[in-house]
């Protein structure tokens, strides 16, 4: 029979793949727990109408890239292509915002459907932040030294950069594109087809081209510092004495407008040279009016999201430290040896934390089981064999460093393990 293979763009993540992510996910879980952020799910899929109204529907996610359908009821369905509708509209139907300011945090996929290349998939992973009910720019700087924190922590700081932007209010973002609109009409015949189109649609969509063309066009385009009103402009003064105060380097950047119509004053990404056209590792900003578009109370708000699949490509070599679990493998020789082992093993489950231990019950060579051992990466080899049932003790065979192989009785082993 002819073998079902993947959905194209839909990636799957094997055993030898995910010890880096399973790293990268806690440490980021850590961090959120550490600044008060509560974990909140929410399903896949949403009724379409929330990305339409949420997102925006001139936006390329809603025009070109969701997966939608229609239920066996003949509602318009989609998967989520992003977090923060569904967020926002869990919080109003469960009335997290209405009794709180809540932090909430939340990790998982989202489907997009997009040409795949490296660091961009079609069923993608998100890890994200939303901070609710604070208008003031000391939630944006806490967000921000929450961010730098996770690089930190992975060590990847050297490999990232931050940019910023303010978009202002609504009327700043509509005069900067009536502007911008008025610029590139004079340019219609240099701009490519995807630029046309957004130039009828949502122009500052023309300011994340990566078109050479278009990138030189921009240079003398007018920018959206121009139009800032005067409460953006002293909310963004504040936020950068913030990050100026905490050490926190960035780059202005004033084409910076991020590809979603929720977004309103401060607005940033994170990016990393390493991962070459797809750099944004993290995004995010201020959305201050849409928990009221979906329904609730004016409220304003600010979140990111950090790209997953791309964090792990720049945290590759991420420190071996960071992940402090180590890793025993039992080589066990005959079925008796066998049996003894999974004794043993609970034993050491009992009196050990932090540890992975994995037993082999295929009864093959040593040599085959010690091949398998440095294959898992493990750091120890407990050896069990026909000397070792006969004394009643366990080898211990370190896999990493150079000491000799030493056997001990199970209270011995555990108290040497221990240490």
């Known amino acids: 029979m002819t073998r079902v293979n993947k959905v194209r763009g839909m990636n799957d993540l094997i055993p030898e793949q995910i010890g880096n992510w399973q790293v990268v996910e806690n440490q980021i879980k850590k961090i959120f727990h550490s600044y008060g952020y509560n974990e909140i799910r929410f399903p896949l899929i949403e009724k379409t109408e929330l990305f339409s109204r949420g997102v925006g529907q001139s936006t390329d996610i809603v025009n070109k890239e969701m997966y939608t359908f229609e239920d066996k009821g003949g509602e318009s369905m989609s998967l989520r292509p992003e977090g923060t509708a569904g967020c926002v509209r869990a919080a109003l139907d469960n009335d997290l915002i209405r009794v709180d300011s809540p932090r909430l945090w939340y990790m998982g996929p989202m ?20 901070f609710f009910g604070i208008k003031d720019p000391f939630a944006d700087a806490e967000l921000l030294f929450l961010s730098k924190k996770i690089w930190e922590v992975l060590g990847i700081s050297d490999q990232v950069e931050l940019e910023i932007n303010s978009l202002g209010d609504h009327q700043t973002r509509s005069s900067y594109k009536e502007a911008l609109t008025n610029y590139f009409r004079d340019y219609q015949k240099d701009l490519d087809k ?93 959305y201050d009016s849409l928990v009221e578009e979906l329904g609730g109370k004016p409220c304003p708000a600010i979140g990111f999201s950090i790209g997953l699949e791309r964090l792990v490509l720049i945290s590759e070599k991420i420190d071996e430290n960071i992940n402090s679990s180590k890793v025993i493998s039992f080589i066990a020789l005959g079925e008796e040896a066998i049996s003894k082992s999974v004794l043993i093993a609970e034993q050491l489950r009992n009196e050990l934390v932090n540890v992975q231990i994995v037993l082999n019950f295929e009864n093959t060579s040593a040599s085959s089981q010690l091949k398998k051992a440095i294959k898992l990466k493990s750091d120890y080899a407990l050896i069990v064999g026909e000397e070792e049932l006969k004394d009643n003790t366990i080898a211990l065979k370190a896999l990493n460093e150079k000491e000799e192989q030493k056997s001990f009785k199970i209270n011995e082993l555990i108290d040497q393990l221990k240490k």
């Open 111 to 130: 489907f997009r459907y997009e040409r795949p290349q490296k660091g961009r998939s079609r069923q993608f992973h998100q890890a994200s932040a939303e």
């Open 194 to 286: 995807d630029s046309l189109r957004q130039l009828d649609e949502n122009p500052l969509r023309i300011l994340d081209s990566k078109n050479p063309e278009i990138r030189t066009l921009l240079d003398d385009a007018p920018k959206i510092t121009q139009f800032l009103d005067p409460e953006s402009v002293d909310h963004h003064s504040i936020l950068l004495e913030l990050l100026n105060s905490n050490g926190l380097t960035y780059r202005e950047n004033p084409q910076l407008v991020r590809g979603l119509d929720y977004y309103n004053k401060t607005v940033f990404e994170w990016k990393s040279s390493s991962l070459g056209a797809q750099d944004t590792i993290c995004g995010g900003g201020r």
